[in-house]
Each structure stands twice: as structure tokens, then as C-alpha cells.
């Protein structure tokens, strides 16, 4: 889809909106404490996939600042699943997982757009400076019983540039808040922001940073993209709308930060002033209690907000929530990018969200077989090699699913089904050793997490190149087993027979 068809939401308000058209926003008025209660209710609504929560009355908080949670959960509603995360790229309500992710790659071969700058914008509404900076206005959650502190940053941008100002990045990092003015960060060397940071110490300057809180509800998506060193995600993001982001200047640092932004935080990251960090539920689905240790301390020198500020929250853990969804899902845009750059016959790819983003998919083109005459072993070592070859991208990627266009990658129902019936026992794996892997997933020895490399595999659940086209077996299910006339009947009838009506 072309960038100038998606309905471009500009800020975290018309996202909320646009929300609560679909019913997918419960407004909570009753009082909720942010210690731990407004976590648990988060979590509970991602585990029913009930509408993401917003909180508008916070025990012991200023009244008018408000919290949504789960911005990126999904909708327990048929044809709704995607809902949120659609939405907020773009997209209708019921679009399919598969076509998020193609929008999102297909914006990766147009030219990107860098922001305009506006003189001012609602963002600078409040300006706290100097003395007068205090984040303990703001209804940051102690999220879960166990972490280590209040996570003010766990769906916000962190805007860095680096020394010589060629290159700006934005990513999403979680942050803790220590005190009225100052927060500790986590930032793995290998991410973006690490690099960034680390062209700063070699100076021996702190870190600028900006980090906006509550930004228009596409830009978390590319915060967590893997794109290139060197690619600016907000120039990305224009590319992908087919127009400008809208930025306002930041006050105290040499940022371009956006005008919609419900909260600005700016200040300088030290190299040398530490603080414990964590521990905080983590994408896996754990919480490792004993993980706590010293992260670098950002030094506020300003914070800017808006008239009723409202910050959104992620609560980390078990499948489904955001690091899933706005992590995995441009991930998977990302890993679709780089295998149609080499030419490998790929369809869409997929994090599967109910794996906690450790199965990924791989689909493949019906006719992949006659287009390249490989065999399918063939084409599964190919597709290792690619994507496990693809630096950054390949870091959280240990176990592919490689499948054909029939399955619907986004429904787990349909990828469980073709795993199980389709990957031979014996020779349907193909084994990458010592590849790059972060420490996270839990089933890895303690030499894989000392050594960050471990055996990376490929399921090869394709079929085409055993059975010829007429042999294929099809699917016996109600899309295949009868006509498209008695399906239509069965549909039309679906009340008639007694059943309740579909909303969707
Ligand atoms: C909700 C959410 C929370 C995330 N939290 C972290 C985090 O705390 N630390 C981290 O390194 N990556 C985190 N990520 C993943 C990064 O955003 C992702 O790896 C991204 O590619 C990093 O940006 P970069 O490629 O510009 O470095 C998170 C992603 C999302 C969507
Ligand atoms: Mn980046």
C-alpha cells in the first residue's frame, strides 16, 4: 500500500480515538495506585485481550494525567486481533497481520523523508527547567511486584545524534526513574543508542538525549525496528505515511523532538555515573529477580509536556504485549526487507507473538519451488543463511519456521498445525552453529549466555518441491473442502441456524 493511503494519526490523542471508535479503550475512572495495581490491571486486559486500559484517576497524582496501558496489546474481537497495531500504522481495524507487515517493508525501498520543523507545538505546553524538574509528577508505575523501580520509559523514543551529527537514531530502551531529575538507562552496547553512546564517551562528553513520551502511535513500531546503522527510523516513518513527521526543537538539547509529544524528558547520559537498574520483566515471558545491576545514570536538564499529560506503559512479560507486538512486527517488516533483497521468493515473515517472539516464520511464494529449482533443504539453508546472516536483525532471531503462502502466518492456530504436520522428525531441521544470539532465551546453556553465540535452526515445513501440483494434498478445512457458493449459503445462514450474530 502506497504511504499517502494510510490515515496518518499525528498524536497519541487521535490514536485514542480512533480507539475508541472500535471499542478497543476501556476509560478507568475509579482510583488506581501506580504501585503495582495499575501494572496487574495492564496485564490482566492483555491476558483476556481486553481493551487497552486508560487510567484517569491515579492515586496521590495531580488529576488530569492519565496512563494507557497495552497501546499495542491485542483484541480478544474477531477480526480485530491486529487492531491497535494497525491502527496505529495506518491501516483499517481489521487489516491481517500479513499486510502490517508488508506496508511496513514495502515503505523500506522509498526514499526517506526527514521531518519538517515547526516554530512550536503542544509539546512545550509546560516547560519544568533547572529546580523546577520534577518527574515525580508524572503517574509512573511500579509495574510488577519484583522490579526493581518505577519504569517511566517503556514505550517512548529515545532520540540520540551522534558527535558529528550525520546520524540520528530512534529506539525504544526501558528507563527507570531514580529520583525528581534523574533516571538510569538500559543500553546494550550492540543497540543503536550503544553505539551512539559510545562515539560520546570516546570524546569524553556525556550523551544529549531526548526521550518523548507518548508520540503518534506509529512511531514505537519503527523505534523498534532493526533498520540499518546510519538510518535515521523518523525519516523511515515519513517515507512510510508519504509525509513529514512534524518536530519542534528541544530546549536544552540539540534535538529535533515531536510536536505531538506528550512528554518530553532531555538531559545527558553520564559514562561515569552509575545506578541500579532492574530487574523488569523481560520479552521472554520472565522476570529474572537476581538480574538488577549498574546502568548509566541520564542527567535531566529539562522536561516539556502537555496540558493533561498522558504516558503510555508496556508491561513486559509473558506473551502477548508490546515487545512483541511493536518489536516483532517490524521486525518481521525488516526480515521480509532483507530476503527480498535477495531475491529469495518470500511472501511476508512473521514473529509468532504467542511464542514470545522465539518461533519466526518464513513465508515463501506458492510457486518458490519452480522459480528457483531449489529443494526445499536447499531453500531452508538459503533462508538461514540470509536471515541469521543479517547482523542485527538475526540477534533475536534463534528458531525459523519456514513455511509456503498457504497458512495465514499471524494465526498461531494455522502455523502450530503446519509445523507439527509438516517438519519432518529427522531431516526436516537445518542447524546453524555459533551465530549471534542475545542472551535472552532461557533454554540456552550458561556457555551460550557467557558467549552471546548459540545453534540457530530452520524448521523446513515446505512442501512444494514433494509432491507435484496436482498431488498437493489441500487443506481439509471450510475455505477448501466446499464450494465457495455453499460457503456463502452456510455464512448467510450462520443466524438462522440458531448462532449468535458475528459483529465482525
Ligand atoms: C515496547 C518495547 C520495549 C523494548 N525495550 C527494550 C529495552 O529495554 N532494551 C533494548 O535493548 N531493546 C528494547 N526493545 C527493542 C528495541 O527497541 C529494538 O531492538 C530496536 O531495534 C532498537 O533500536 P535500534 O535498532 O535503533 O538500536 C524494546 C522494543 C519495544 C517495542
Ligand atoms: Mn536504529
Given at each position: 500500500m502506497r504511504g499517502n493511503l494510510l490515515k496518518h494519526l499525528r498524536s497519541l490523542r487521535e490514536f485514542i480515538d480512533a480507539l475508541d471508535e472500535i471499542g478497543e479503550v476501556q476509560r478507568i475512572g475509579k482510583e488506581v495506585d501506580w504501585k503495582l495495581e495499575m501494572g496487574a490491571v495492564a496485564r490482566r486486559s492483555y491476558e483476556l485481550r481486553a481493551p487497552a486500559p486508560l487510567f484517569t484517576n491515579i492515586k496521590g497524582i495531580e488529576k488530569g494525567f492519565r496512563v494507557l496501558a497495552a497501546p499495542g496489546g491485542l483484541s480478544a474481537r474477531r477480526g480485530l486481533t491486529y487492531s491497535r497495531i494497525a491502527l496505529a500504522l495506518g491501516l483499517p481495524a481489521d487489516a491481517r497481520g500479513a499486510d502490517v507487515i508488508t506496508a511496513l517493508a514495502d515503505a523500506r525501498t522509498r526514499e526517506p523523508i526527514p521531518p519538517k520543523v515547526l516554530e512550536t507545538g503542544p509539546c512545550k505546553q509546560n516547560i519544568m527547567l533547572g529546580d523546577d524538574i520534577d518527574l515525580l509528577k508524572f503517574p509512573t508505575p511500579l509495574i510488577h511486584d519484583g522490579d526493581g523501580g518505577r519504569y517511566?520509559?517503556?514505550?517512548g523514543m529515545n532520540i540520540a545524534k551522534t558527535p558529528d551529527g550525520t546520524w540520528t537514531n530512534w529506539s525504544i530502551n526501558r528507563m527507570m526513574l531514580l529520583n525528581r531529575n534523574r533516571l538510569s538507562c538500559l543500553i546494550p552496547p550492540p543497540q543503536h543508542l550503544g553505539i551512539i553512546k559510545a562515539q560520546w564517551e570516546e570524546r569524553g562528553e556525556p550523551m544529549p538525549i531526548a526521550v518523548a513520551l507518548g508520540v503518534e502511535p506509529g512511531l514505537p513500531y519503527v523505534g523498534g525496528m532493526p533498520l540499518a546503522q546510519g538510518e535515521d527510523e523518523s525519516h523511515y516513518m515519513g517515507a512510510y505515511f508519504g509525509e513529514p513527521l512534524e518536530m519542534v526543537r528541544a530546549e536544552t538539547v540539540d534535538l529535533l523532538v515531536p510536536a505531538t509529544a506528550e512528554i518530553i524528558i532531555e538531559g545527558h547520559v553520564s559514562h561515569t555515573d552509575t545506578a541500579e537498574e532492574g530487574p523488569m520483566g523481560e520479552y521472554p515471558g520472565y522476570i529474572d529477580r537476581s538480574s538488577s545491576s549498574p546502568k548509566p545514570v541520564l542527567h535531566v536538564t529539562a522536561v516539556t509536556y502537555r496540558d493533561d499529560a498522558i504516558l503510555p506503559v508496556a508491561v513486559a512479560g509473558a506473551p502477548v504485549e508490546e515487545d512483541h507486538t511493536g518489536w516483532g512486527m517490524p521486525h518481521a517488516a525488516e526480515m521480509t526487507h532483507v530476503l527480498r533483497q535477495a531475491d529469495v521468493p518470500v511472501a511476508a515473515c512473521w514473529g509468532v507473538l504467542e511464542s514470545a517472539n522465539h518461533w519466526w516464520v518464513v513465508s515463501l511464494n506458492p510457486d518458490w519451488h519452480e522459480r528457483t529449482g531449489l529443494s526445499s533443504k536447499d531453500m531452508a539453508q538459503r533462508v538461514g543463511e540470509v536471515v541469521f546472516g543479517a547482523g542485527k536483525l538475526a540477534f533475536g532471531v534463534p528458531k525459523l519456521l519456514l513455511l509456503e503462502d498457504d497458512i495465514d502466518i499471524a494465526d498461531p492456530r494455522q502455523v502450530i498445525w503446519a509445523f507439527a504436520s509438516r517438519a519432518h522428525p529427522e531431516h526436516g531441521e537445518v542447524h546453524f552453529s555459533n551465530e549471534s544470539q542475545n542472551i535472552l532465551p532461557i533454554y540456552l546453556d550458561a556457555n551460550e549466555r557467557l558467549s552471546y553465540h548459540a545453534t540457530k535452526v530452520v524448521h523446513n515445513c515446505l512442501i512444494a518441491d514433494r509432491f507435484s501440483a496436482e498431488d498437493r494434498p489441500t487443506a481439509s478445512d471450510f475455505a477448501h473442502s466446499w464450494s465457495k457458493d455453499l460457503q456463502r449459503h452456510v455464512m448467510d445462514n450462520w443466524h438462522a441456524y440458531g448462532y449468535p450474530k458475528e459483529t465482525v
Open positions: 517511566i520509559q517503556t514505550y
